[in-house]
T-cell receptor, first 114, second 115 residues
Framework: EAGVAQSPRYKIIEKRQSVAFWCNPI?????LYWYQQILGQGPKLLIQ????????DSQLPKDRFSAERLKGVDSTLKIQPAKLEDSAVYLC????????????FGQGTRLTVV | AQSVAQPEDQVNVAEGNPLTVKCTYS??????LFWYVQYPNRGLQFLLK??????LVKGSYGFEAEFNKSQTSFHLKKPSALVSDSALYFC?????????????FGAGTRLFVKA
């Protein structure tokens, strides 16, 4: 089966610019996650979707970050305006609709804000 | 609130020796525990999980992990390390009692296996 697809792989932007990341989960996976992984740290959950509804966005900086999953399949994460501290790898993951299943991760998007 | 701790930033081991990467967790309900590995410039790959049943679970690439409820630990182990095992390892926990399938990751432990 195809894995989790993310694009772009790399992005360099200047601070205060905007950027968007795209994720296509594994077919049939109802749950989709966006994680932020700063260099040297573990992944930090930004937002979790169940189908097209938000389950948890408590760690999402909502003044600058937004995410949507309109049709319950692919998702976009946007940052506007970007700050230097947003430089990180943004990982998308998906799981089946069951709490005991593992997550499948995409390769991530490495964002550098200069 | 659920949390997970990996007390060691780095573990060094010689090839052929056994390895252990430590993980402790905190959840209010029943824990679902996972180990993932990350190679450079790659996403996370699933290694193994504990849901219920035997405390010793076996996973990919010869890795296993031991669930200890009294110590709230889920240490990753391998009897004989390989140089190719060198990577970043993450422990993760999901609270089976709250639903929502929220998964929290530890900070990671870098494993170096020396030839």
């Amino acid at each position: 089966e195809a894995g989790v697809a993310q694009s772009p792989r790399y992005k360099i932007i200047e601070k205060r610019q905007s950027v968007a990341f795209w994720c296509n989960p594994i077919s049939g996976h109802a749950t989709l996650y966006w994680y932020q992984q700063i260099l040297g740290q573990g992944p930090k959950l930004l937002i979790q979707f169940q189908n097209n509804g938000v389950v948890d966005d408590s760690q999402l900086p909502k003044d600058r970050f937004s995410a949507e999953r309109l049709k319950g399949v692919d998702s976009t994460l946007k940052i506007q305006p970007a700050k230097l501290e947003d430089s990180a790898v943004y990982l998308c993951a998906s799981t089946q609709d069951s709490p005991n299943t593992e997550a499948f991760f995409g390769q991530g998007t490495r964002l550098t804000v200069v | 609130a659920q949390s997970v701790a990996q007390p060691e930033d780095q573990v060094n081991v010689a090839e052929g020796n056994p390895l252990t990467v430590k993980c402790t967790y905190s959840v209010s309900g029943n824990p679902y525990l996972f180990w993932y590995v990350q190679y450079p410039n790659r996403g996370l790959q699933f290694l193994l999980k504990y849901i219920t049943g035997d405390n010793l679970v076996k996973g990919s690439y010869g890795f296993e992990a031991e669930f200890n409820k009294s110590q709230t630990s889920f240490h990753l182990k391998k009897p004989s390390a390989l140089v190719s095992d060198s990577a970043l390892y993450f422990c993760a926990v999901r609270d089976g009692g709250t639903g929502g399938f929220k998964t929290i990751f530890g900070a990671g432990t870098r494993l170096f296996v020396k030839a």
